[in-house]
């Protein structure tokens, strides 16, 4: 039997500034998540891909009942297709491992979000990637500290929604590529800032041990989002019906006669565009110091000098983001 404590993945995909704050009440340090607004522009005859920011969650892990239920604004199927094998017999070319059913999707643009989780956050050390940092690209400049109370549908307006953690542990982290050797090693370059090169991240997760439900509040809506863990068991039968093919068989052809697992749960927020594009240059980056109280003359934008595989492009797809600590 295969049975771990679930835990709740808060992920992060794109545009974010994430800001360290420490609570004076609690006297313990809180994630504040900014997505930032890429379409501020001035209005021109350019076509514009806006970027949209997204709460999405397996529909599995959703309590759908109760008066004060946040309805989604999607809710869409898909799954990872992928081959099953016993040694080298392929099974099944489009088996589903595991079977993943619907996703729920909210719009959260311009729309306050906390995750109910107290105890107090902190980042991880144990990682060599890292998210840009303004206490290096912008030296004695502090974040507007409006940003962190309030989101304005308005043009100006630098954010369009607010994430809140004051649980968990942080991690930066590279997405894997799916091509081999499944290490992009992108180190990144701030040309003329006089920061060295570093391995920055594309994606960062935070993990908070999860009990049987916790709510994910839309602050101002006054309506939640409950999640839970779910478990699910796989009993003896044919491989080709096996959910899960990376659990090794004790008699061929055949499961060990029940595995019992507890899913982590998965958050994930997003804030992308439908464009890519191969620039190893990241001008969009630039957007990041409009949150700052008062920006820098000179904006320093990431450029890619060594590493990615195949396709893989950390810029042309929205996904550096930056952090900051607030200071009173």
């Not at 041990?209 to 839970?228: A, H, M």
């Not at 990431?302 to 595989?309: A, D, E, M, N, Y």
């Not at 810029?315 to 983001?321: E, I, P, S, V």
Request: glycine share 8%.
């Amino acid at each position: 039997m295969i049975n771990q404590t679930p835990k709740l993945r808060v992920r992060f995909h794109g545009r974010f500034v994430f800001v360290t704050k420490h609570n004076k009440m609690t006297k313990q340090d809180e994630l504040i998540v900014l997505a930032i607004n890429m379409d501020n522009d001035p209005p021109s005859d350019e076509k514009v891909n806006p970027h949209n920011v997204f709460m999405t969650v397996r529909e599995q892990h959703v309590v759908r009942a109760g008066s004060k239920e946040q309805p989604p604004s999607y809710r869409l199927f898909g799954g990872h297709v992928v081959p099953t094998f016993v040694g080298k017999r392929l099974l099944n070319r489009a088996n589903l491992v595991p079977y993943d059913g619907a996703n729920l999707a909210w719009n959260i643009a311009q729309r306050d979000v906390a995750v109910e989780a107290g105890g107090g956050f902190q980042w991880a050390r144990d990682t060599k990637f890292e998210l840009a940092d303004f206490a290096k690209l912008a030296p004695g400049k502090k974040l507007a500290e409006k940003y962190l109370h309030s989101v304005e549908a308005t043009r100006e307006w630098g954010t369009t929604a607010i994430i809140r953690l004051r649980a968990g542990v942080g991690r930066a982290y590279h997405e894997i590529p799916a091509e081999p050797p499944y290490n992009k090693d992108m180190f990144f370059e701030f040309v003329g800032s006089g920061i060295p090169p570093a391995c920055l991240a594309d994606l960062v997760e935070v993990t908070i041990d999860l009990p049987p439900s916790i709510d994910v509040t839309f602050v101002r809506e006054g309506s939640i989002v409950t999640l839970k863990a779910t478990e699910w068991s796989a009993y003896s039968g044919p491989a080709a019906d096996n959910p899960c093919p990376g659990i090794k068989l004790s008699v061929p052809g055949q499961l060990p006669a029940k595995i019992q697992i507890s899913n982590d749960v998965v958050l994930a927020f997003s804030n992308l565009c439908t464009t890519s594009t191969s620039s190893h240059v990241d001008k969009e980056f630039a957007k990041f110091y409009q949150v700052l109280a008062d920006p820098p003359r000179e904006a320093f934008v990431p450029s890619l000098v060594r590493g990615g595989v195949g396709s893989d492009r950390a810029t042309g797809d929205c996904y550096l983001g930056a952090q900051i600590e607030f200071q009173e």
